[in-house]
């Protein structure tokens, strides 16, 4: 039998365990990145574990999220990101420089080697044949001392692409696409690995689109092959030497195979609040627009932004829409600014923001009340743009550009021929933002320099014998890392800061909780299908564990955060019978005797919940048990070294 692209890498990376779907493996990382945003946390972990250096081919500590510096915490954070970086032998992205998966993907990023990222859009990196996965902040500490990132072997997704996509239907069309045939859980324990024909017709950047929002698939991640189109994209990068091809065997298996014939697709857009709430852009024709906003590490390439430069050159943006564009790198940004692009969309009144996150993570650029905003981004969940009754729409640059000029939801493809543009053969190329390590002699004098808003990690405990608690929040289905810990230029700056940030926990779905928490001293959290979908902060446990948070039972997990709930020590337990989450309300008491025990070696175990037995399923490997047991993964590895 033979094997698919990421069975290929898989099997080159495997350290140990079955490649058996299902089984826990674990793979040999050779690169990692983080985020400012959650990098933080991830180097004050890599220093508790006293590791001098980072034993990785390649480590990078990108600033792009936290770069408003409203305060003084974020510019302190980003110090300490940069020192840290130079002593412990990462290279550090300034601020500036762009969005960590965009500028990863043009610089670093190379065919058939491993990934992990302390962001959930690290899948991004698939567009150019990689195995590239979010973690939670720990796993990448982890992999950064050489340890090995551990996943559950996916199942695998074949979309076969045909055809090739016309005028004004882009690569956003096309993960919108799969987006509504899979929703956003139908790639839950999956690698999604695009083939046939079609894919030749899409460079890189568009690959990178379609992998980038596989995240919101909730997939492991997702891939394309790499072929002929890597390499021109590599040349161009002037990284050549990077190239390998890769493909799947003629006779691999995929255990769901879809096919997309590009050629018949149409322009979509993702309503309000989830990236699978699809409608086409036809159908939403006429709405008026209040805000839209171009950019992220979905859409931000130079081949989207000299789309949006082409459409509103000569045009002026209507009068009620503001429009904010964010280039994804300074190698975007100085390319469009080189070729004249850059100046078609000033004169067209666009708002040139900073090569960074920005507004896609709440930092700025909130809608007004009750504002329609269309964003070229990946989530438009619940308040994420900062203003709760906003509506997102997440659509592609050709949808953002014709409806930013007529100021009205607008099908591109009526507008007739799409400009066309031409890439250069070579890309600029300048690293001047890219700082290197120090030598390992001259780093063991340097100094991390850590600001006042750096405080502690909160650190688990072991579980009690018995758990004698109450389930202090119930919530509903598809509840994501927004929910449970939201960001915007409020919250962010905090997320060195866990005692602070508590005050924001779960505020979206009920501001009283962590009042309620802090009295309480805690309880345990009741959610639905798919609870923790969405991002890789690992505040989402991190937060909850420093409010006393013992357990969190939901119908089913995302995959990043239950490693994250295991990695801080919150017993992570699905109802046997989905049905009983009907039964369960908040305020019930929860108790569960021989809790211990139970997840030292049970697979099941009973819970009486306000006098009901309710039957719970505990899916922990040996390694996993171990870790909960002690109390989290840093006091694990702690006792194991
Ligand atoms: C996001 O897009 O939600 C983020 C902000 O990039 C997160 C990481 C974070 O919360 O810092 C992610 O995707 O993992
Ligand atoms: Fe940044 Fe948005 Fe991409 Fe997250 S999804 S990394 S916030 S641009």
Same mark, same amino acid.
């Given at each position: 039998?033979g094997?698919?692209?990421?069975?290929? !890498?898989?099997?080159?990376?495997?350290?140990?365990g079955?490649?058996?779907?299902?089984?826990?493996?674990?793979?040999?990382? %050779?690169?990692?990145?983080?985020?400012d945003?959650?990098?933080?946390?991830?180097?004050?972990?890599?220093?508790?574990?006293?590791?001098?250096r980072?034993?990785?081919?390649l480590?990078?500590?990108?600033?792009?999220?936290?770069t408003?510096?409203?305060?003084?915490?974020?510019?302190?954070?980003? @110090?300490?990101?940069?020192?840290?970086?130079k002593?412990?032998?990462?290279k550090?992205?300034?601020?500036?420089?762009? !969005?960590?998966?965009?500028?990863?993907?043009?610089?670093?990023?190379? /065919?058939?080697?491993?990934?992990?990222?302390?962001?959930?859009?690290?899948?991004?990196?698939? =567009?150019?044949?990689? @195995?590239?996965?979010?973690?939670?902040?720990?796993?990448?500490?982890v992999?950064?001392?050489?340890?090995?990132y551990?996943?559950?072997?996916?199942r695998?997704?074949?979309?076969n692409?045909?055809?090739?996509? +016309? =005028?004004?239907?882009?690569?956003?069309?096309?993960?919108?696409e799969?987006?509504?045939l899979?929703?956003?859980?139908?790639?839950?324990?999956?690698?999604?690995?695009?083939?046939?024909?079609?894919v030749?017709?899409?460079?890189?950047?568009e +690959?990178?689109?379609?992998?980038?929002? =596989? *995240?919101?698939?909730?997939a492991?991640?997702?891939?394309? /092959?790499?072929?002929?189109?890597?390499?021109?994209?590599?040349?161009?990068?002037?990284?050549? #030497?990077?190239?390998?091809?890769l493909s $799947?065997?003629?006779?691999?298996?995929?255990?769901?195979?879809?096919?997309?014939?590009?050629?018949?697709?149409?322009?979509?857009?993702?309503?309000?609040?989830? &990236?699978?709430?699809?409608?086409?852009?036809?159908?939403?024709?006429?709405?008026?627009v209040?805000?839209v906003?171009i950019g992220?590490?979905?859409n931000?390439?130079?081949?989207?932004?000299?789309?949006?430069?082409?459409?509103?050159?000569?045009?002026?943006?209507?009068?009620?829409?503001?429009? $904010?564009?964010?280039?994804?790198?300074?190698?975007?940004?100085?390319?469009?600014a080189?070729?004249?692009?850059?100046?078609?969309?000033?004169?067209?009144?666009? #708002?040139i923001?900073?090569?960074?996150?920005?507004?896609?993570?709440?930092?700025g650029?909130?809608?007004?009340?009750?504002?329609?905003?269309l964003?070229?981004?990946?989530?438009?969940?619940?308040?994420?743009?900062?203003?709760?009754?906003?509506?997102?729409?997440?659509?592609?640059p050709?949808?953002?550009?014709?409806?930013?000029?007529?100021?009205?939801?607008?099908?591109?493809?009526?507008?007739?021929?799409?400009?066309?543009?031409? @890439?250069?053969?070579?890309?600029?190329?300048?690293?001047?933002?890219?700082?290197?390590?120090?030598?390992?002699?001259?780093?063991?004098?340097?100094?991390?320099r850590?600001?006042p808003?750096?405080? /502690?990690?909160?650190?688990?405990?072991?579980?009690?014998?018995?758990?004698?608690?109450? !389930? !202090?929040?119930?919530v509903?289905?598809?509840?994501?890392?927004?929910?449970?810990?939201?960001?915007?230029?409020?919250?962010? &700056?905090?997320?060195?800061n866990?005692?602070?940030l508590?005050?924001?926990?779960?505020?979206?779905?009920?501001?009283?909780?962590?009042?309620?928490?802090?009295?309480?001293?805690?309880?345990?959290?009741l959610?639905?299908?798919?609870?923790?979908?969405?991002?890789? #902060?690992?505040?989402?446990?991190?937060?909850?564990?420093y409010?006393?948070?013992?357990?969190?039972? *939901?119908?089913?997990f995302?995959r990043?955060?239950?490693?994250?709930?295991?990695?801080?020590?919150?017993?992570p337990?699905?109802?046997e019978?989905? %049905? %009983?989450?009907?039964?369960?309300?908040?305020?019930?008491?929860?108790?569960?005797?021989g809790?211990?025990?139970?997840?030292?070696?049970k697979?099941?175990v009973?819970?009486?919940?306000?006098?009901?037995?309710?039957?719970?399923?505990?899916?922990?490997?040996?390694?996993?048990?171990a870790?909960?047991?002690?109390?989290? @993964?840093?006091?694990?590895?702690?006792?194991?070294?």
């Amino acid at each position: 039998m033979g094997y698919t692209i990421a069975q290929k !890498i898989i099997k080159a990376h495997l350290v140990s365990g079955e490649m058996v779907k299902g089984n826990e493996i674990a793979l040999r990382i %050779d690169q990692t990145l983080t985020q400012d945003a959650t990098g933080t946390m991830a180097y004050l972990q890599l220093e508790a574990m006293e590791i001098p250096r980072v034993k990785t081919e390649l480590s990078v500590a990108y600033i792009d999220h936290n770069t408003l510096q409203a305060g003084f915490e974020n510019a302190d954070d980003h @110090l300490y990101i940069q020192t840290v970086a130079k002593k412990h032998g990462l290279k550090f992205s300034r601020p500036g420089n762009g !969005i960590c998966h965009q500028v990863h993907l043009e610089r670093f990023a190379v /065919p058939g080697k491993t990934l992990i990222g302390s962001d959930s859009h690290n899948p991004t990196a698939g =567009g150019i044949g990689m @195995l590239a996965m979010g973690a939670g902040g720990l796993d990448v500490a982890v992999a950064m001392g050489g340890g090995t990132y551990y996943i559950t072997m996916p199942r695998m997704i074949r979309i076969n692409l045909k055809g090739k996509l +016309r =005028g004004y239907v882009s690569a956003k069309d096309v993960i919108l696409e799969v987006l509504r045939l899979l929703s956003v859980k139908g790639g839950v324990g999956a690698i999604v690995e695009y083939s046939g024909e079609g894919v030749r017709t899409l460079s890189v950047p568009e +690959r990178a689109t379609i992998t980038n929002m =596989g *995240a919101e698939l909730g997939a492991t991640t997702s891939i394309f /092959p790499s072929d002929e189109v890597t390499f021109a994209f590599l040349k161009a990068e002037g990284r050549e #030497r990077d190239y390998t091809p890769l493909s $799947s065997d003629e006779d691999a298996v995929y255990d769901e195979e879809y096919e997309i014939d590009l050629s018949a697709l149409s322009p979509l857009a993702a309503c309000p609040h989830s &990236p699978d709430n699809i409608k086409s852009a036809e159908e939403l024709s006429g709405m008026k627009v209040d805000q839209v906003c171009i950019g992220s590490c979905t859409n931000s390439s130079l081949t989207d932004l000299l789309t949006v430069a082409a459409m509103l050159k000569g045009k002026t943006v209507h009068p009620n829409v503001s429009l $904010s564009i964010s280039p994804g790198s300074k190698q975007v940004y100085t390319m469009l600014a080189e070729c004249g692009a850059l100046a078609d969309l000033i004169s067209a009144g666009a #708002r040139i923001l900073e090569c960074a996150c920005g507004p896609c993570i709440g930092m700025g650029f909130s809608p007004g009340s009750g504002g329609v905003s269309l964003r070229t981004f990946n989530r438009n969940f619940l308040a994420r743009s900062g203003t709760k009754d906003a509506s997102v729409y997440l659509v592609s640059p050709e949808v953002a550009a014709a409806s930013a000029v007529a100021g009205v939801f607008t099908d591109p493809t009526t507008l007739g021929e799409k400009p066309s543009i031409t @890439l250069p053969e070579k890309f600029y190329i300048n690293d001047n933002m890219i700082e290197d390590p120090a030598s390992e002699s001259e780093a063991e004098s340097l100094t991390v320099r850590r600001g006042p808003n750096i405080k /502690p990690i909160p650190k688990g405990k072991a579980p009690e014998a018995d758990l004698s608690s109450k !389930i !202090i929040l119930k919530v509903g289905d598809d509840i994501t890392t927004d929910h449970i810990m939201p960001a915007g230029t409020k919250i962010l &700056p905090y997320r060195s800061n866990v005692p602070k940030l508590s005050e924001f926990c779960f505020t979206v779905c009920d501001p009283t909780f962590p009042e309620r928490a802090k009295a309480a001293g805690g309880g345990v959290v009741l959610g639905g299908q798919n609870y923790g979908q969405g991002s890789s #902060r690992e505040h989402a446990a991190l937060v909850p564990l420093y409010l006393g948070i013992k357990a969190v039972v *939901a119908k089913s997990f995302a995959r990043i955060h239950v490693a994250n709930l295991i990695n801080f020590g919150i017993v992570p337990m699905t109802l046997e019978c989905p %049905d %009983d989450y009907d039964l369960i309300s908040e305020s019930d008491s929860f108790e569960i005797k021989g809790f211990a025990e139970a997840i030292a070696s049970k697979d099941r175990v009973e819970a009486v919940v306000n006098g009901k037995k309710i039957q719970l399923k505990l899916s922990f490997t040996e390694r996993q048990r171990a870790i909960l047991l002690a109390g989290g @993964l840093l006091n694990f590895t702690k006792s194991n070294t």
